[in-house]
């Protein structure tokens, strides 16, 4: 054998917590990873090799990267995913692929690929005007959701509907004629769940444990694994992931996120084709994390063991209300003493509220413990604007 | 509260895998870290915030380091005390201390200090000539150990006397009056043993489970946890380090290496003031990884939990025998289709034989089961210099 693959440069697009957390997995095998990212002091800029400074839509830069790394991978979806094709077709390797990108990042492309493949997803339909509106609230009663296409993250681009009297500022609200809109039905699901997956580039498919998931105000707010379900359920929902993985061909960590309903079915509600928010816990959690697991997918490597080792509780650390400033963590030596708790700190300059700073993972030898733990140490931590002494 | 603690700055004393491996977990919370290394291109380089480029011994350099960070600390044991007492003076924060440094790095004064503790050593004396030697070899036995009192590592600085006629030429190889020398008595070992433990600035100590160590000339081949000795034993061995961190006060981590004689006695072989080798498979295998712990421990946060979560295996990855050069890793992908295998390659530039390149930590179910699989992975991953093509 003659090819070494930990020489491979890694270029990844975006340096947020996301590419950082990348990153620290890629050092500990001797990767060399350069980041592209506008802020100069981005999360990952510090333990990145090389940092290109600029835009995400600096196709210069985006090329400047593809000619200087061997593999090229991204953190957030909202790229430009024509530019990927073009160098995917001058013949840079790009993981997950462009066409897998370009599917993913439009909803209503997304949903209509699973649909044809007979993947469960909620009823859905393209939205063009504000007919099209009434008769989503006529075949999927009140309320629904009308999301944007693309773009949308954290609860942002979605409108929940409740009666015929909110179509038009609904429609006004995301942006209206100017752009691409769904409808979706309204799921009175019972628990959200997700499931992270990975394909190697041989096609080999990985898939983890099921996560439960708990949102406030659409952000995500904890993860506890494994998802207090049934077995049948659990069962259903990897397998279900295991489809998407086939679906997509994507290569690299994918998220699935999912409704159980209340007669105990499992719908698809969005596909993330990277590391995902709801992953996280697999960093303490699992014999591989996402983030090697990705590393390895995009390189070219075998991928690792998913197994989860104990139960493990995931919580997010959110800039609080306090407003915009110098981010300062306070408590964190009272999060620290109760056991099992690790803390990630994304270091990111400034909080604001609500914004993910940080999280904390709890692992234990019962999933109660851990969520009690994780509960502990959540009240004890905070990320605040600093006060001037 | 109006503390950041994790705003605080660490500087390491040295760039190389163990700095390397602190700042990966030194970045997970968020620190900022500066490393003196004379070489650029070191390990630790590409993931510091900032890197001073000197020797070990310029003191302009370490003062700078000092103005620079909260808090230094060193990633290995042969720096001049001295120089760190005085900047300890003049308030600057320094773990472990210099003082307890100091007595660890004279091994003659570390195993005074310990015998003075009543904690069993092997029998040892001062060497200042041939004379003293004799009387080493009437006293022990033959064969008994010539040692340097500073500055051996991996056996370097040791030396083995098997008879009389050996004294002259054993005196003279460790660089004989110009050196201050000791004599050990041989200890016919059953096994080599080490517990890490780690003491806080507020004297807390965690003490980790037994690993078990094998050695192939004088290196470090595996580590195997938990060691494969009596209850009582490991009971005698954890507190034995715990006994030994109070000694020497020492802030941070602490590797105590120790026999297992065949009358089931344990003796202090030598104590590190730093992570240590025999200690990595703690990143794969414990709540809280030795580098982990480490910084907690210097940057005043409480420490973290340090159970065993499954049996584990480390294995050093050394460079072969083929020579020196620019350090190629072969068979990585198929060590890494082994189940469990974590590949950790420090990113030095050259290899040479028998060089620190790399580990693998195996977790698995049982012990056996991660020795086989780690015993697979070892034979499929080698490190050698790149030939041309």
Not at 121 to 132: G, S, T, W
Not at 295 to 300: D, K, Q, V
Not at 359 to 372: D, S
Request: aromatic residues 6%.
């Amino acid at each position: 054998m003659t090819v070494n693959l930990l020489k491979q440069k890694i270029g990844i697009i975006g340096g947020g917590q996301l590419g950082k957390m990348m990153i620290l997995e890629a050092k500990k095998m001797g990767f060399y990873v350069i980041i592209l990212d506008p802020t100069f002091n981005c999360p990952a800029h510090s333990i990145a090799d090389e940092h290109i400074v600029a835009n995400f839509n600096d196709t210069i830069a985006i090329r400047k990267l593809a000619d200087r790394a061997d593999i090229i991978t991204y953190e957030f979806e909202h790229i430009d995913a024509e530019v990927l094709k073009v160098l995917e077709e001058e013949g840079h390797k790009i993981y997950p692929t462009p066409r897998s990108l370009e599917i993913i990042q439009n909803k209503y492309e997304q949903k209509m690929l699973l649909k044809k493949k007979r993947i469960p997803v909620p009823e859905f339909m393209y939205i063009a005007d504000e007919e099209d509106m009434m008769e989503a609230g006529e075949q999927f009663g009140y309320p629904f959701i009308l999301k944007s296409c693309r773009g949308g993250y954290d609860g942002k681009g979605n409108v929940v509907v409740h009666s015929p009297q909110e179509i038009k500022s609904a429609f006004e609200s995301l942006g209206g004629y100017e752009q691409e809109l769904m409808a979706e039905e309204f799921i009175p699901f019972t628990k959200e769940i997700s499931v992270l997956a990975c394909r190697g580039i041989d096609g080999d498919i990985a898939v983890y444990p099921v996560g439960e998931n708990e949102h406030e105000d659409n952000i995500l707010i904890q993860t506890k694994v494994p998802a207090q379900i049934t077995k049948t359920l659990t069962t259903k929902a990897m397998s279900l992931a295991n489809r998407v993985m086939k679906v997509f061909e994507g290569v690299g960590m994918f998220c699935v996120e999912m409704f159980v309903t209340e007669d105990k079915r499992i719908l698809i509600n969005e596909v993330a084709p990277r590391p995902h928010n709801s992953g996280h816990y697999s960093i303490e959690g699992c014999v591989t994390s996402q983030f090697e697991q990705h590393i390895r997918a995009i390189t070219g490597l075998p991928l690792g063991d998913t197994t989860l080792i104990r139960p493990t509780v995931m919580r997010n650390i959110l800039g609080d209300m306090e407003g915009n400033g110098e981010a300062f963590v306070y408590g964190a030596e009272e999060a620290l003493k109760v056991p099992g708790v690790k803390i990630h700190i994304y270091g990111k300059e400034n909080t604001s509220p609500k914004r993910k700073m940080g999280h904390l993972i709890v692992t234990a030898q019962t999933l109660e413990e851990a969520a009690e733990r994780a509960q502990i140490a959540a009240n004890t931590i905070k990320i605040s604007p600093r006060k001037e002494n």
